[in-house]
């Protein structure tokens, strides 16, 4: 077995419960923002595009309730979402000294359960971008397809 692959199998085993919590959220996530009057593909976008679940929710209901200045949203949002920055900076030890464009893409799958994933493999065995990487992957192609 490739190191990759046994990378990838290490990364769907530790994912799996948090991908089995997160998928009812997703669905609700596609309930709200349609019941908000949002269509499906603003909805799908949105999960694609801010890919942070509370404020997501938090949008879809100020949203419902009239409110629609993009700036004040976007403001919510990263106001909601500063604490990933925080997070990220925690990972530069490890990250700050890889090679290629996964080190550029990274910081857009910084979430709360991925990144617990990722500390605690740290801890367990060490530093793995592939490691890294899946785990942010195989969550948000769930949040994103939930």
Known sequence: ???ST?????????????????????????VAGTAAGLPVAAVI??????????AQFFVVSLYSTGVTN???????????DVRFFIMGV???????LQQG????????GMFDGPYALVLDRVARRGYHLGYHAYTYLLVYLTWVLG
Do not use: Q
């Not at 993009?70 to 909601?80: K, N, S, Y």
């Not at 464009?101 to 857009?108: A, E, Q, R, V, Y």
């Open 1 to 3: 077995m490739s190191t």
């Open 45 to 54: 976008v949105m999960s694609a595009t801010v890919y942070a679940p509370l």
């Open 101 to 108: 464009f996964l080190k550029w893409l990274l910081p857009f």
């Open 70 to 80: 993009l700036c004040a949203l976007l403001g919510i949002v990263f106001l909601l």
């Open 90 to 96: 925690s990972l530069l030890p490890y990250t700050k």
């Open 6 to 30: 046994a990378i990838l199998k290490e990364a769907l085993s530790d994912s799996l419960p948090l991908i089995a919590g997160m998928l009812p959220f997703a669905f609700a996530f596609g």
